[in-house]
């Protein structure tokens, strides 16, 4: 199974200001890469993938992340923060090959947004 | 239209009891997975479901866990004997198909083993 790690458990951002949350993964042949959101009491939310292609991904609520092999990483972005946008994050990867439907998820991080 | 739902959303047993918890996925999907978060964890996959087969029990945790799945619908994930270190929220997902389809997620059954 892939291993994810997500740097920073927590992360606290200013309305308006940028949201980077960082993941990386262990494989060394590129896998499928996933950026899902969890609001409270609320199941898991696709944000924006990454199968094939081009490298920077855009996904919904203005987020996008960007694939970079060499680094093993696909850090998620949105340039500014808004309220709504407080919530769990989860970095997702596929195993490669013939089992490709199992996702490994990273442990998340929770962002929250100051007024 | 009708998203994955999960039943019940709150499940509290004694130690040692049967649980039963319940998926309902979106019509038309073929593929079905299973998913356990702990406390302050990523989700951990369980079991994956092609159609009503389960090619992949590889996460299951021990023989106390099961689950079916009658068709392309409902499935159930069974813990007999539950643990303490059952609770968890347990999390379904579905989709058109395996491998890179997009996974649509259920709320979850949070479950609180006493």
């Known amino acids: 199974a892939q291993s994810v790690t997500q740097l920073g458990s927590h992360v606290s951002v200013s309305e308006g200001a940028l949201v980077l949350l960082r993941c990386n993964y262990s494989?060394?042949?590129?896998?499928?890469l996933f950026w899902y959101v969890q609001y409270p009491n609320q199941g898991l939310q696709l944000l924006l993938k990454?199968?094939?292609?081009?490298?920077l991904v855009k996904g919904i609520n203005g987020f996008e992340a960007e694939f970079k092999k060499s680094e093993t990483s696909f850090h998620l972005t949105k340039p500014s923060a808004h309220m709504s946008d407080a919530a769990e994050y989860f970095c997702?990867?596929?195993?490669?090959?013939?089992?490709?439907?199992?996702?490994?998820f990273g442990a998340g991080t929770t962002v929250t947004v100051r007024a | 239209g009708a998203g994955v739902s999960q039943s019940p959303s709150n499940k509290v047993t004694e130690k040692g009891k049967d649980v039963e918890l319940r998926c309902d996925p979106i019509s038309g999907h073929t593929a079905l997975y299973w998913y356990r978060q702990r406390l302050g964890q990523g989700l951990e996959f369980l079991i994956y479901?092609?159609?009503?087969?389960?090619?992949?029990k590889s996460g299951l945790p021990s023989d106390r866990f099961s689950a079916e799945r009658t068709g392309e619908s409902v499935s159930t994930l069974t813990i007999q004997r539950t643990q303490q270190e059952d609770s968890a929220v347990y999390l379904c997902?579905?989709?058109?198909?395996?491998?890179?389809?997009?996974?649509?997620f259920g709320p979850g059954t949070r479950l609180t083993v006493t």
């Open positions: 990454y199968t094939t292609g081009a490298t």
């Open positions: 479901f092609q159609g009503n087969s389960a090619p992949d």
């Open positions: 997702a990867v596929s195993d490669v090959g013939a089992n490709d439907y199992k996702l490994s």
């Open positions: 997902a579905s989709s058109l198909g395996g491998r890179t389809y997009e996974q649509y």
């Open positions: 494989s060394s042949v590129p896998p499928y």
